[in-house]
């Protein structure tokens, strides 16, 4: 089972897909995942990503497209995948149907979250995640705040904030969405494998509802 997570960012991508990799057995990869650790690291993938990342564009499709080639070479995600992140660029969502039809595969499944723009900011500002890399638990800081401030309430390790998390980075990772990867819903609606989902406090539906009706589906 291939599903891949769209939507900008601070629509409940990780959130959902981290449930879903949970409900389902199915393991979440998030290319910003990979980039983050490689920063964290020093690796000289993580200096070309943050140069990129910290100014709220896309890493080139080359590079991340050859992570993505080499991560679904792995056996933990053999018997499926939930790409989160991935494809941003209609670059990025070719060269990945090329890929799996290499395997004898394709995409089953494509999730498309929305959210008010204004909520996406205030989303995003208040998000804080779990620093231990094995939990990645995703808080809202006025929505979901954990037990204990600053602590994560499955794992007890440290939250923190992204480095990209702030007001001013937002709105130009919103632009970059808007002209590269929002594409990808006709790209994908065209494939007749999309499934859109509003995520908005307006309709009191989070990202663990919309993940809940996924699973419903299978
Ligand atoms: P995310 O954790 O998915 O919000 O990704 C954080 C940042 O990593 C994005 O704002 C991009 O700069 C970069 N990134 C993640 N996935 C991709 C991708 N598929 N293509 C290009 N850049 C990406």
Redesign the pocket.
């Known amino acids: 089972m291939i599903i891949i997570m769209l939507g900008a960012?601070g629509t409940g991508?990780?959130t959902v897909a981290g449930i879903l990799q949970e409900k389902m057995g199915i393991k979440q990869v998030?290319?910003?995942?990979i980039?983050?650790q490689n920063i964290q690291d020093g690796t000289e993938l993580g200096k070309i990503?943050d140069s990129?990342?910290s100014k709220?564009?896309?890493?080139?499709?080359d590079i991340?497209i050859d992570i993505?080639r080499d991560r679904l070479e792995k056996d933990d995600v053999k018997n499926g995948v939930i790409l989160?992140?991935?494809?941003?660029?209609v670059v990025?969502a070719e060269a990945l149907d090329r890929i799996l039809a290499e395997n004898g595969k394709k995409v089953d499944l494509v999730v498309n979250l929305t959210t008010p723009e204004e909520e996406i900011i205030e989303r995003i500002v208040n998000r804080r995640i779990c620093s231990n890399p094995d939990c990645k638990t995703i808080y809202n800081l006025q929505l979901n705040p954990p037990k204990q401030e600053g602590i994560c309430d499955k794992c007890g390790h440290e939250l923190i904030q992204?480095k990209?998390d702030t007001a001013e980075t937002v709105k130009l990772?919103i632009n970059?969405y808007m002209n590269q990867t929002s594409p990808l819903i006709e790209y994908y609606k065209k494939q007749g494998n999309l499934y859109e989902a509003l995520v908005s406090k307006s309709i009191n539906k989070m990202g663990k509802d919309v993940a809940e009706d996924i699973v419903k589906m299978f």
């Open positions: 960012p991508k990780g998030s290319t910003g995942d980039f983050r990503a990129y990342i709220g564009n896309l890493v080139p499709d991340t993505v989160d992140g991935f494809p941003r660029t990025q992204r990209d990772r970059t």
